[in-house]
């Protein structure tokens, strides 16, 4: 954490780029934004992790047990090759960073990895660099743990990867013995703790509560987090479990909301935490990032939360973090739709006929669609316009004539990385035999018939 900003230019040399943190935009007036649901902004911001990378030549650091150790993965970090991942991910070459696991007595020990950022990974290496053994689950969602008997006085090799091309913050920890239950999973004391402190001005440590449902850790200032959680279950989390069904978690680490009271201390947040202008944190109603999501409090039932919760458990439940900006607004934007009840069918039948819509290719490269530059186009898909037909197309893919073949596509572009237009094209052309233009025309078609 504290190595992310909002950059509006495209990153830099050296820089990785990531939209995973999505501002949502809306009116700040609740009139006008009852009155023009369909106009209110949901807007990505784009954020280049700009940490300084952790240097390869340096000595593999040995790790001391029973910590966390947090580092960050960046593109600078070295390629991992073993025979299980050139089997199984192809998908985008794996990256790691290199650990040593040195103890005096010999025993049992476990390693987790944790990300909220990218999909993780972990193979354990004897001295000679010869693979003992490979995790990629192991802890639970797209967590990591390995566990094995070690040997006394010997330098194992432990490498922390990060699978389809993804990248960012980690935790990674070596444990002694064998695991307790739940541990590495439920949240400390610690943690939530230093969470809290991370989120709220000091002045409020003490009148925040910490609310944890079946699926959620919630920190408010507003008191209404019992009631807030049930709701959040019940109907956020199923709803989105009904709509794009994946199996119940048997174990999930609670997701983090931080859920203020004001809005005035939700931009405030936002503008510390990001390093935000704060005219760029007004534009936001809700952000969701890494593991959490943050939005001042209104009704449970608004949309924002729909709209926030969907982004977080795409990214941190299913670890479907790639495919790009109009692919993740556009299955949150979907599952709003779905819950106001909001005709999408119309409004894109519209768009298209006032020639209010932009190329698929323009929509699908854009790295985040609140600082696209179709925004300042006259009458031509602003980012109000671009969220909304990115749910067009989630709504086509998943109810037009190939509706079939959208849980596999939901997995496929999924995983991939982000702003890599040849590789979105590859996924329409596997899955359904069509090239980006014929996907438009598809498109058209099923709307404007
Ligand atoms: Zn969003």
Redesign the pocket.
């Known amino acids: 954490m504290g190595t992310s900003r909002l950059a509006h230019a495209p990153p830099g040399p050296g820089t990785v780029a990531t939209d995973a943190a999505?501002?949502?935009a809306v009116a700040t007036d609740p009139a006008v934004h009852a009155a023009a649901r369909h106009a209110a902004r949901?807007?990505?911001a784009l954020l280049a992790l700009t940490g300084a990378a952790w240097s390869q030549a340096a000595e593999a650091p040995v790790l001391a047990p029973d910590t966390w150790f947090p580092g960050e993965l960046t593109d600078a970090a070295p390629r991992v090759a073993t025979d299980a991942l050139a089997a199984g991910y192809t998908d985008a070459p794996v990256l790691g960073l290199t650990f040593t696991v040195q103890l005096e007595a010999a025993g049992p020990v476990y390693i987790d990895l944790r990300s909220a950022e990218f999909d993780a990974y972990l193979v354990l290496r004897d001295p000679s660099g010869k693979v003992l053994a490979e995790d990629d689950d192991g802890l639970v969602a797209t967590h990591s743990r390995l566990q094995f008997e070690a040997a006394a006085r010997t330098p194992y090799r432990l490498q922390a990867c990060a699978l389809h091309g993804q990248r960012g913050d980690f935790q990674l920890r070596l444990g002694l013995g064998r695991p307790a239950p739940g541990e590495g999973i439920a949240w400390t004391e610690d943690e939530i703790r230093a969470r809290l402190e991370s989120i709220f001005p000091q002045e409020l440590w003490k009148k925040v509560d910490v609310v944890e449902s079946k699926y959620y850790l919630i920190f408010t200032d507003g008191g209404a987090g019992k009631s807030f959680g049930k709701i959040l279950d019940k109907e956020i989390f199923a709803g989105f479990r009904e709509l794009f069904p994946f199996e119940e978690p048997k174990h999930m680490r609670p997701l983090p909301i931080y859920l203020f009271n004001t809005r005035e201390r939700y931009i405030d947040f936002i503008e510390r935490y990001f390093k935000m202008e704060r005219e760029a944190a007004e534009a936001t109603g809700g952000i969701?990032f890494s593991d959490f999501y943050s939005t001042s409090y209104s009704s449970p039932r608004d949309p924002t939360h729909f709209?926030?919760c969907a982004?977080q458990i795409m990214s941190n439940v299913l670890g479907l973090r790639g495919g790009g900006s109009w692919y993740?607004?556009g299955v949150?934007?979907y599952y709003e739709d779905k819950v106001s009840k909001f005709n999408r069918e119309a409004e894109t039948r519209m768009a298209i006929r006032t020639g209010q819509t932009v190329g698929l290719r323009e929509l699908f490269g854009a790295q985040s669609m609140l600082f696209s530059a179709s925004e300042d186009k006259k009458g031509g898909g602003g980012a109000a316009g671009m969220y909304g037909q990115a749910a067009s197309v989630i709504l086509f893919l998943k109810e037009g004539p190939q509706k079939k073949k959208f849980g596999d596509f939901l997995q496929r572009m999924g995983r991939v990385p982000r702003g890599k237009l040849d590789e979105i094209e590859a996924v329409f052309e596997e899955l359904y035999g069509w090239s980006i233009g014929e996907l438009e025309a598809e498109w058209r078609e099923y709307f404007a018939g």
Do not use: G, N, S
């Open positions: 999505v501002a949502r949901c807007a990505a969701a709209h926030e982004h993740q607004e949150a934007e």
